[in-house]
């Protein structure tokens, strides 16, 4: 694979699973990576989430084109003593290595750091768990939802009062994982090319969680006081608040002390800004009830439509909440690149999520789809340096799927 990018001749091996390892690959491979992905000969189990409620149920398996995308893949049974040899040659080749195999699993199948970084000194060795590598939970299975999510605080935080925790989107706290991982990765190329050392980097979905969480958890570092859980007709602040517009459209406003008169004038009632209920700090915090109830009837008068004319004549911060159906119709998606071709996925799948970091000046890979089981066994098996004898010998010991059984 030869390509004219940032990361051109970059090797990188990805032996990590489901989403988060994976999609920090997927980021290299958009600026140039020759990126392989090593699967088991059964396939990895994210081929099928498409199938999997609450996954969005679809015929094509747009989640392995979204976490895979321009990666060669081949299957390899790790378990197999005969796998040693390739697992060696694969590590002697790569800049980087992607792991997330929990490490009771990764010490029993010789793929810890001290295992491999023997057989290649100058090895990135990029290794995300779910909750860190020390502590008496470090041994834990993690899923974002557990990990990211509900172990962080963030479940507990993004709720509103009286309602139960809720389900957050699938794949969320790891999409936002794979971008510590790659930036960890991209800090240790940087210091490889300072000093020729490999690394050992490492993030966790419960640190990437406790980051995206961090303005409250520092919060409750230097014991503040917190004003409960959201509850949108007894805000803390009304001007920060979700409202709903007539045409049923619900909005998060965000109106800074400076814009609240010109917001008042906007909306037709600026007898808000003098109104004694509210003008007054102390008495606006004690009657932020009555004035939400004024803006729901203010709101619920127009359809959105409108409201998006009067906010952006004022500059006010706003934002329509959105179904995914609508956010794919958004024109700032694709006039930034954030929404691509797909090549190659075939079905309805002609387009994918491009990952959220532009370099000016530099145009990303197009996005080619996810490789079937095992396309590539062959292709990148002799690039390693075996020959069709020992091959064939792997197949025969199971290491390797035999050929009627690849790419499917």
Not at 66 to 74: E, H, M, Q, T
Not at 98 to 125: C, F, G, M, Q, S
Not at 393 to 407: C, H, Q
Request: aromatic letters at 8%; one cysteine or more.
């Amino acid at each position: 694979m030869t390509t004219d990018n940032i990361f051109s001749g970059l090797k990188v091996v990805d032996l990590a699973s489901f989403i988060a390892g994976p999609s920090a690959a997927v980021i290299l491979s958009d600026f140039g990576a020759d990126v392989i992905k090593v699967e088991p000969p059964s396939g990895e189990l994210w081929r099928h989430a498409n199938k999997l409620p609450p996954q969005p149920v679809a015929d094509d398996a747009y989640p392995w084109h979204l976490a895979n995308r321009n990666k060669r893949g081949i299957a390899l049974d790790l378990k197999s003593p005969s796998a040693q040899q390739v697992l060696e040659k694969l590590v002697k080749w790569a800049d980087v290595l992607v792991v997330n195999t929990p490490h009771p699993a990764r010490a029993r199948l010789k793929l810890e750091y001290d295992d491999v970084v023997r057989w290649n000194p100058r090895l990135i060795y990029a290794d995300i768990t779910g909750f860190g590598d020390k502590g008496p939970d470090a041994n834990l299975p993690g899923f974002d939802i557990t990990s990211y999510w509900a172990r962080s605080g963030l479940l507990s935080l993004t709720r509103d009062a009286g309602a139960p925790p809720t389900w957050p989107v699938a794949g969320s706290g790891d999409n936002a994982t794979a971008v510590g991982l790659y930036s960890a990765i991209v800090t240790a190329l940087y210091r490889r090319e300072r000093t020729g050392k490999g690394a050992h980097v490492t993030t966790s979905l419960l640190a990437e969680g406790v980051w995206s969480a961090s303005v409250s958890i520092q919060a409750a570092l230097c014991e503040a006081k917190f004003f409960g859980l959201h509850d949108r007709k007894h805000p803390a602040n009304a001007a920060m608040n979700v409202y709903r517009a007539k045409d049923n459209t619900w909005f998060v406003l965000i109106v800074t002390p400076d814009k609240l008169e010109a917001v008042a004038k906007a909306i037709g009632r600026p007898d808000l800004h003098t109104d004694p209920r509210f003008s007054d700090p102390a008495k606006l915090m004690a009657n932020m009830e009555a004035l939400t109830a004024i803006l729901d009837d203010v709101f619920g008068s127009q359809p959105m439509a409108h409201w998006y004319e009067v906010f952006s004549g004022v500059h006010v911060t706003f934002g329509a909440v959105r179904g995914p159906q609508e956010v794919i119709n958004d024109a700032q998606l694709r006039a930034n690149d954030i929404i691509v071709p797909l090549e190659g996925a075939g079905g309805k799948l002609t387009s994918t999520i491009s990952s959220p970091i532009q370099v000016h000046g530099v145009t990303k890979v197009t996005a080619r789809r996810a490789p079937k089981i095992g396309e590539h066994n062959e292709e990148v098996l002799r690039e390693l340096g075996f020959g069709v004898s020992e091959i064939d010998d792997l197949s025969a010991a199971g290491a390797i799927p035999k050929v009627n059984e690849r790419a499917v």
